[in-house]
């Protein structure tokens, strides 16, 4: 398994974590092939019951080599724990719980806690989080994320909460390390009636936007040329 570094490197290169959250988990599967085969390289699967815990374990066997599969909305140490025996290879928490910080740096795999606050931000930082999420980012938008970076520029942000190909970009160019997409990237209504190559479609479209936005962030500016006239 990569060890913490090289798994957070992934998820920054990538730029993007699909967030799964379905109703029924014989559709994961299928889903994040949909995903993958759209370029996204990082998936966050929502745990609860226990098919959920099977079918994270039946993705990791299978697309383990090509795409990073993590385990989400991690509340305890035990679902951590649990999550890590079925092959999770990061952890997401909507909240900083220093349990689940515990347990990810105990076996080298990267928490992704959830934060809002500078203060909450800085903490989760200084806890060992490989990646913070900010969430809700939704309500905030994208400025919210150039204030936190002003004081806070070492700190690598993966929005999350309402994000969509709308704003996906203006997340990228003020800042944010990655973005986090749920239901926008993977509608729940398109798996069910497995409409996989639309779902491919939007993974598409939201790593054209990434590709596009990152390369408008580090584009220079061009000088202004002076306005001619009788002293220039």
Not at 18 to 38: C, H, K, M, Y
Not at 119 to 129: L, S
Not at 149 to 162: A, H, K, N, T
Request: hydrophobic share 50%.
């Amino acid at each position: 398994m990569a060890d913490t570094s090289q798994v957070v490197e992934r998820i920054r290169t990538g730029g993007i974590l699909a967030i799964v959250r379905l109703a029924s988990a014989g559709d994961f599967l299928p889903a994040i092939e949909a995903v993958r085969e759209g370029g996204v390289r990082a998936v966050e699967w929502s745990l609860g019951e226990a098919d959920r815990l099977r079918a994270l374990e039946t993705a990791r066997s299978r697309l383990g080599r090509n795409l990073l599969i993590g385990a989400g909305t991690i509340l305890s140490a035990e679902e951590a724990r649990e999550a890590l025996r079925a092959g999770a290879q990061f952890l997401v928490a909507p909240t900083l719980n220093p349990d689940v910080m515990r347990v990810g740096l105990e076996r080298d795999v990267p928490v992704i806690p959830g934060a809002f606050t500078p203060t909450e931000v800085a903490r989760a930082w200084e806890m060992g989080a490989g990646l913070v999420k900010l969430f809700p980012a939704g309500p905030v938008g994208p400025a919210y994320v150039r204030a936190l970076q002003g004081p806070l520029p070492y700190v690598p942000l993966i929005p999350s909460g309402d994000v969509t190909l709308e704003n996906a970009g203006a997340f990228i160019r003020t800042g944010a390390a990655a973005i986090a997409v749920g239901s926008a990237l993977v509608p729940p209504a398109l798996a069910a009636r497995h409409a996989f190559a639309e779902i491919t479609a939007l993974a598409r479209a939201f790593v054209e936007v990434v590709k596009r936005a990152r390369e408008e962030a580090i584009r220079p500016v061009p000088p202004v040329m002076p306005t001619e006239g009788p002293d220039t």
